[in-house]
């Protein structure tokens, strides 16, 4: 089976940043900015959020998991089961 | 834990590492009175280059685990005592991230300068080009200059100029706005500390942290106050303030307003300016909110708020209407860097004045009232550059009210700090006693109870209802020998200085630790869930009763700061107004305060701390709580 496809988007993002610290500890174990797969680039003046996923990224799913503000979903809802 | 050490006369750097230290101060707020307590001389001027600057993260900051992300600023503070001040945003973060948890500033630079600070050491840069400009434009040049994502903590024109009620901006929009903090950096010649590393934070037992920290989402998520949070924020509560006739309007001389709900209600900010959420670094309330102005003159105006201290400071203490113009007078404070409560306190004290005739057109140059946007606009400007009456009025009450006798009464500060929001006479509650006992002077942030709610009930001083029920109180997270001490068994109401012990604890804690206190949280979560994420985090063995006993050892040691700082018993008052005048609402009339019942209170709140009848610590709690006592 392919991977699995995370959706984004920006205009629910609040910038918590929680998906970035989800990320790297789930995957590297500890907490790192640099690390994470996804990454938040912030606008601080505006408020304004745009989330990216590196190449290493393998779908795992923590940065959903960790998103309360609807800002990371699945593609297909149905391939979370 | 890391500390690193920056001296401003020596223009170098160092580091103190010391695990003990964390164990026994946790971070934050506890780890930054330890500092100040062991390191200021109680004998000196704020503005002298031996005061102490600290900034330190809670110890859960760095981290997943939801709303860590509060960062304390602690000082001698420009009101003659301690001083602190916390901040949410993602300053905190970025000095974890720094591989540090905590700053202290030394001594002061010949020239002005801002510090650059990343995993490797730190770079004292001239500020030249950013001194005497505000917070904004000195954070979008920082941010130009050391990288996009700098964290940038700065003083405005008000730090620079000695103004005592200044602020220490947090990126634009959070603050360090109590205690005039950036007053002290700007006396040390520093506009600026900026912050982008990008070391690692590890934990201890990771299996166990990710159930703890599911825990703790859980708690906070499911609180009921949840939802409205992330709705209204602080502005939840705009509505009933006024119901309750706690409104501050022109200088605590009306509990309640006509039109309030109308024009700075809860929907008026929803319906008519709100656009979105943001949040602080980690939180997954998202409290903050992202507003614009449709139409009228300042149309386009876009910021953050409304936060209810806003609408309560410039909207009822100032009386200003209009929403658009509270925001302006809002960002003109940010931008300035003064703290919005004193800089309303201030001006609502010179309007006072000036209706009483004691203060002439001539003196100020204009004549000022309440509800003048302009007037009120022009004064903000004028206080914080110094300039015209400006200039005796940045002295924040307590001096200003020396140079206008018979001006006592109304002059609303306690222990030198500028009293906000709340009017006592129209509820006295475990948050109002909260007022006085508070180490930091007047303020309603650090004695918050987790079991407080917002209806009406009959002024008794030593209780006040119990909201909950007893599967309610179940789920609160509070040792039970406390419940039953502070509730009764079975629980049946609140015992106010009882409370007020434990609810000034329990704020520490948070403030330590770096969570949040908005409701979520302060409802949800206590001592012993903190405890366990300490331990799961930094491989402790701590109970719920060890960090209570730290708690207490780091008031304690606040207090004791203060008191040899000069603080006397007259000064756990509140300002005359309330003793002697009566405030009406829009339910009838609140009468004055019973000096002798609060006086009471007072006393059995100080016996719980092991204090005497004056508020001095007796050598008992001060050998019971291991505190090495201070000598100049």
Known sequence: ?81 | MKILVIDLEKEDYSYIEDENLRSKYIGGVGLNTYLLYRNTDRTIDPFDEKNNLFFSSGAFVGTNIPTASRCEATSLSPTGYFGSSNSGGGLGAAIKFCGIDCVWVKGKSRTPVYVKIDGKGVIIRDGSEIWGRDTFETVDILKRKEGKDTEVASIGVAGEKGVRFASIQNGYYHSFGRTGLGAVMGSKNLKALCFNGKEEIKVKDRKRFLKITKTLREKIMSSDSFGYTRRYGSMVVSDVYNRLGILPAYNFRMGSLKNWEATRGRKVFEEKFKERDFACFACPIGCLHWSKVKDGKFSGLETHGLEVTYVLEMGARLGIIDIPEIFSCVELCNRLGMDVISTSSVIAYLIELFEKGMLREADIGFKPAFGGFKNVHTLISMIARREGIGALFGEGLRRTKEHFKGSDDFACEIKGLEMPVRDPRGRFDTWTLGYLTNTRGGDHLRVRTPVDDLRDFERDYEHEPLPLTPDELALVDMPEAIKEKILGNPPSSIHIPGMAKYAEELIVLLNSVGMCIRPPVLRTIGPSLMSEALNVLYGYEMDENMLLTIAERIITMEHLFNLERGLTFKEFSFPERFYKESVDYVGGKRLPLDRERVEAMLRKYFALHGWDDEGRVKKETIERLGITPWKN
Do not use: H, P
């Not at chain 1, 590297?28 to 745009?50: A, H, N, W």
């Open chain 1, 1 to 81: 089976m392919g991977k699995k496809e995370i959706l984004k988007n920006d205009e629910n993002c609040a910038g918590c940043m929680l998906c970035v610290l989800s990320c790297s500890l789930f995957n590297f174990g500890v907490f790192s900015t640099e690390k994470s797969f996804i990454k938040l680039d912030k606008d601080d003046r505006t408020q304004r959020f745009t989330l990216s996923f590196d190449d290493g990224c393998i779908s795992c799913g923590e940065c959903v998991k960790s998103c309360k503000y609807n800002a990371l979903m699945w593609k297909d809802e149905d391939s979370r089961n």
